[in-house]
Antibody, heavy 125, light 110 residues
Framework: EVQLVESGGGLVQPGGSLRLSCVASGFTLSSFEMNWVRQAPGKGLEWISYISSVDDSEHYADSVKGRFTISRDSAKNSLNLQMNSLRPEDTAVYYC??????????????????WGRGTLVSVSS | QTAVTQEPSFSVSPGGTVTLTCGLSSGSVSTSHSPSWYQQTPGQAPRTLIYGTDIRYSGVPDRFSGSVLGNKAALTITGAQADDESDYLCVLYMGSGIWMFGGGTKLTVL
């Protein structure tokens, strides 16, 4: 079955660190562009990080730049998110999402075609 | 800083038609942003409805359609059903690995 499963969430104090993992099944994760997306309680979804399938280049939302690092582990077929200097406003459910790319009638498209079920991160003292 | 705008909430009668929109606080949405739409129920991961502006995802009923209307992306539900009551999310691809998410529209069917 093609799926993504996140893990690594939990309760952490402000200033602490956590490492999230997203394990892929049914496909080779390194062949796809991937994203981390989060949803704070009662809020909408927020894109936070992206990694390229071509050169592993990375992009981050301003809200996490300099604190979070996205990476891949090909041996484990997984995507990781190292989160440092955590703040209460980082409290959210964190999802990994796969990017699908293609063309239709000559027009390229990109979208998030596969999502995990999320892992909850709570930052509180 | 540019943001993706969506109606916070919308209501539609059963069997009615509703159009949800997705704009940019600065500028216009075009097909080059590859607008996609997702349905999300509380506690669940988003479900893909529309991608590439107007391509219906596999298994999505044909009462859901996407388009660009003026300077916004649009999701139209024709013949709304009770189980369409949900949150609807618009996502834009800005290029070079940068994505932008709207705040979502809470649709009520009553």
């Amino acid at each position: 079955e093609v799926q993504l499963v996140e893990s690594g969430g939990g309760l952490v104090q402000p200033g602490g660190s956590l490492r999230l993992s997203c394990v892929a099944s049914g496909f080779t994760l390194s062949s796809f562009e991937m994203n981390w997306v989060r949803q704070a309680p009662g809020k909408g979804l927020e894109w936070i990080s992206y990694i390229s399938s071509v050169d592993d280049s990375e992009h981050y939302a301003d809200s996490v730049k300099g604190r979070f690092t996205i990476s891949r582990d090909s041996a484990k077929n997984s995507l990781n998110l190292q989160m440092n200097s955590l703040r209460p406003e980082d409290t959210a459910v964190y999802y990994c999402a796969r990017v699908e790319f293609g063309h239709s009638l000559g027009q390229p498209y990109w979208y998030l075609d596969l999502w995990g079920r999320g892992t909850l991160v709570s930052v509180s003292s | 800083q540019t943001a993706v705008t969506q109606e916070p909430s919308f209501s539609v009668s059963p069997g009615g038609t509703v159009t949800l929109t997705c704009g940019l606080s600065s500028g216009s949405v075009s097909t080059s942003h590859s607008p996609s739409w997702y349905q999300q129920t509380p506690g669940q991961a988003p479900r893909t409805l529309i991608y590439g502006t107007d391509i219906r995802y596999s298994g999505v009923p044909d009462r859901f359609s996407g388009s660009v209307l003026g300077n916004k992306a649009a999701l139209t539900i024709t013949g709304a059903q009770a189980d369409d009551e949900s949150d609807y999310l618009c996502v834009l691809y800005m290029g070079s690995g940068i994505w932008m998410f709207g705040g979502g529209t809470k649709l009520t069917v009553l």
